[in-house]
């Protein structure tokens, strides 16, 4: 098989992993505040995409105006499913949590169904479809845009862990106890978190809407999302970056190389084996922290 062909396949699934990280982010963020892994950021991506869709196309606004608009109601709604939806099972067994997160997933899936329909609807955001040129080698433009955000947003993230909001939430996210003897505010954080999640799910979704349409598809990304949170280390932002990064060049060089053989799923196979592989030998993930108690 021809080398190029190879390298364009595996540097196309890497600037599509970036994607997956983009949506691992916010996982990562709220695991960070509240130790909760949340399964509902497929749909919250999903939806914050049908929020973009909604005041720039239903209401007319441009697009620069649509876009913040959306942040905005997205990082109410996080607030909102904290405080209403999370807060008051403070205290419960981790895995009523957890089914909270994937009942949040099913109901605003539903919810878009009812409202929307199950029909893709284009999101334009003036991305050509030509490609780009790396001497030999095509790069999908959208991909790479898509990219260029997620590195920007971590770098972003990054600086914010270390201002004092974001010292707040590592303490957080160390000892809740702690946090709350010396005073910090562990809901105004945790919610914060939430929030800020729901705002890179918007980002993530308009960047996927614009490259397959925005439906109820795009809540299935949330096992791209997971499968990189986990082999990153679900508390480690740098690790959501670097995992994405090998999932996405793994499936995408596996599709081109298998897919012809095997009649396709691919994609779909690599990653589960990467979820399940990881989850068996190493649950922390590669640069997750790895906590140990004295029994």
């Given at each position: 098989?021809?080398?190029?062909y ?18 691992a ?7 960070k505040?509240?130790s ?14 049908y ?6 196309t ?11 608009l ?6 109410l ?19 009523m ?95 914060l ?32 999302a ?19 990064l ?16 095997l ?15 990881t ?17």
């Amino acid at each position: 098989m021809d080398l190029m062909y190879l390298l364009e396949l595996g540097l196309n699934g890497a600037l599509a992993g970036l994607m997956y990280a983009l949506i691992a982010m916010g996982v990562v963020l709220i695991y960070k505040s509240s130790s909760v892994p949340n399964l509902s950021q497929g749909a919250l991506t999903m939806i914050g995409a049908y929020m973009v869709l909604f005041f720039s196309t239903t209401l007319g606004l441009p697009m620069w105006v649509a876009i913040p608009l959306a942040f905005l109601t997205m990082g109410l709604m996080g607030v909102g499913i904290e405080r209403f939806a999370l807060r008051p099972m403070a205290g419960r067994p981790i895995v009523m949590i957890l089914m909270m997160t994937l009942g949040l997933e099913i109901f605003i899936e539903a919810l878009t169904m009812t409202v929307w329909g199950g029909s893709g609807r284009p999101l334009r955001l003036g991305i050509s479809d030509d490609p780009m040129f790396l001497g030999p080698i095509l790069i999908n433009r959208a991909y790479a845009y898509g990219a260029l955000v997620s590195l920007v947003l971590f770098v972003g993230f990054m600086i914010f862990f270390r201002t004092r909001r974001g010292v707040v939430l590592r303490a957080i996210s160390d000892d809740y106890t702690a946090s709350w003897s010396v005073g910090i505010s562990v809901e105004g954080g945790v919610a914060l978190s939430w929030a800020l999640s729901a705002v890179v799910a918007t980002i993530a979704g308009v960047m996927w809407g614009s490259i397959q349409s925005v439906d109820q598809s795009l809540s299935l990304l949330l096992l791209k999302a997971l499968t990189v949170a986990v082999l990153g280390g679900m508390d480690s932002l740098g690790g959501a970056v670097l995992a994405g990064l090998f999932l996405g060049a793994l499936e995408s060089v596996a599709s081109g190389v298998l897919d012809p053989m095997l009649g396709g799923g691919t994609r779909e196979l690599v990653t589960a084996v990467v979820l399940i592989v990881t989850i068996m030998i190493r649950p922390h993930g590669l640069f997750g922290r790895h906590d140990i108690e004295r029994l």
